[in-house]
Nanobody, 122 residues
Framework: QVQLAESGGGLVQAGGSLRLSCAASGLTFSNYAMGWFRQAPGKEREFVATISRGGASKSYADSLKGRFAISRDNAKNTVFLQMDSLKAEDTAVYHC???????????????WGQGTQVTVSS
């Protein structure tokens, strides 16, 4: 009964910030790399960021570097996504995922949360 529960989404004006959280249960959190993906209506699921088990390695989609930051707190079984300088095109449902290693590919992840909506108004 692995569960990943995202929170922190909402409505924000362009240029604003949000911090998403993903709380994990039912797994040994520190054994998993974590990732964030997003999906806008009518579009393919898109890689956002990933972080290694201990947090030493991070990777981002090229288009998001400098605006988004992934982090984790293994003591709290939680991964975060800090989103700054938000743009209208960032509007999407954001999902967190757990897998064996950092990856750009959604197929490499084993568990997924249901997502949290981020809407950026222009």
């Amino acid at each position: 009964q692995v569960q990943l529960a995202e929170s922190g989404g909402g409505l924000v004006q362009a240029g604003g910030s949000l911090r998403l959280s993903c709380a994990a249960s039912g797994l040994t959190f520190s054994n998993y790399a974590m990732g964030w993906f997003r999906q806008a209506p009518g579009k393919e699921r898109e890689f956002v960021a990933t972080i290694s088990r201990g947090g030493a390695s991070k990777s981002y989609a090229d288009s998001l570097k400098g605006r988004f930051a992934i982090s984790r707190d293994n003591a709290k079984n939680t991964v975060f996504l800090q989103m700054d300088s938000l743009k209208a095109e960032d509007t999407a449902v954001y999902h967190c995922a757990a897998g064996p290693r950092t990856s750009w590919y959604h197929s490499q992840y084993n568990y997924w949360g249901q997502g949290t909506q981020v809407t950026v108004s222009s």
